[in-house]
């Protein structure tokens, strides 16, 4: 990668925790492993949020969700027929402009620390872990500030169209961890980068109007009425490389305030 400019600091309400931007022009290499075949079915589905079996079709006679009890409605649902693989993987490596995100150890503690209090608060509102939503798991599963960086991403991603005249498909976005930390830098460190070839000029603008991006992505996720889970209007994305797995709207949010009110 070549480095377009300086880094930029971005402080936060945390006392000495910063994040790190820094702009590159760089390679992005894509793999498609295959694709799955789907079908729409209309069929019993819990429409509870808050259920860990919400939007997963049942069968004709089931009446009850198993998880919440609710009455079953007839909705519109998405039921995988067939996955196929690409054997080797069809492989694509585009040149773009790569925004790098990274955090420092200080900010890093704070974020472990908030997922630790998610965490609690989630088992007390769900007394039986099999009762938890698929959309808070990540939350149990996923490295700390893997989970917050993707999330901030995404979160950020959504306000492109509010913001400028593009597509939010115009962006994508990549989490990693390194094998160590570098210098004051956590090891784990996001990309937001243009999706297309020679790039679109999107993820520039993001960085040049960064403070409006954030103040957009926190008010824009706040309102959304689909609460703590994150949906496609606010959070998930199609085309994420990372199949929207590590994410959580709440420790998303977290962030952009800490940002916000630094």
Request: charged fraction near 20%; proline fraction near 5%.
């Amino acid at each position: 990668m070549s480095k377009l400019e300086d880094s930029k600091i971005v402080k936060t309400a945390i006392l000495n925790g910063n994040l790190r931007l820094i702009f590159y022009w760089g390679k992005v290499k894509r793999q498609v492993m295959g694709f799955k075949e789907l079908q729409l079915v209309y069929a019993p589905t819990c429409i509870n949020r808050n259920c860990s079996h919400y939007q997963i079709p049942k069968a004709s006679q089931v009446t009850k969700c198993p998880g919440c009890g609710w009455t079953l409605k007839q909705r519109l649902n998405t039921q995988e027929i067939e996955k196929f693989e690409f054997k080797p993987p069809l492989e694509t490596t585009i040149e773009v402009l790569l925004l790098r995100i990274e955090v420092n150890e200080t900010l890093a503690t704070a974020i472990t620390n908030k997922v630790i209090e998610i965490k609690k608060a989630i088992l007390k509102s769900y007394k039986d872990p099999d009762d938890i939503p698929h959309q808070l798991s990540p939350t149990f599963t996923y490295e700390p500030v893997h989970l917050a960086l993707h999330s901030l991403c995404h979160l950020l991603t959504k306000t492109v169209p509010l913001l400028f005249l593009a597509s939010h498909q115009d962006l994508s976005s990549y989490t990693e961890q390194r094998p160590a930390n570098i210098g004051t830098s956590h090891r784990t460190i996001a990309y937001i980068f243009d999706s297309v070839h020679e790039g679109c000029g999107t993820t520039e603008a993001l960085v040049n109007d960064w403070d409006s991006c954030v103040e957009k992505a926190l008010l824009l996720a706040t309102n959304c009425d689909c609460g703590d889970m994150g949906c496609p209007r606010c959070l998930t994305e199609i085309g994420c490389p990372e199949s929207n797995d590590g994410l959580s709207k709440l420790l998303g949010l977290w962030l952009l305030e800490q940002i916000t009110h630094s």
